[in-house]
């Protein structure tokens, strides 16, 4: 009796460990600053990648969650109404590359704007 309870005691340990590790990724906590740095900086930044249409599939939805992360964060300044304008606008974009449409290149350029995005809300 001893053993089928360690056992089951063992078993329940293993079982809740796996099952941590699988939803690790799902309650990811990205700041705007790691969003940037991923998503948006540099020549390899996923960005670049899907706006050149080099991006896998993989690295394309990996964007949409950065864009869709974004948009839940707070700015640094400026007003929300055009925070969420603009988030919006990133993610429905990244959603049309996800999906395969025709138009998403040209949304994704409208939206990926860094400098009108920016200038009005990135702190100090």
Known sequence: MR?????LIAAMLVFGGVAGFS???????????AI??????????????VGGGTATADEKKRYLTLAEALGKAKPGKGDEASWN???KALTEAAQAVV?????AGDLLKAAANCKACH????GQ
């Open 3 to 7: 053993k089928s309870f360690a056992g």
């Open 23 to 33: 939803t690790a990724g799902a309650d990811e906590e990205l700041t705007i600053k």
């Open 36 to 49: 940037m740095k991923e998503g948006f900086k540099g020549d390899t930044s996923l960005n670049k990648k």
């Open 85 to 87: 304008t603009k988030t």
């Open 99 to 103: 999906d395969g449409k025709g138009n």
């Open 119 to 122: 200038d009005v809300h990135k």
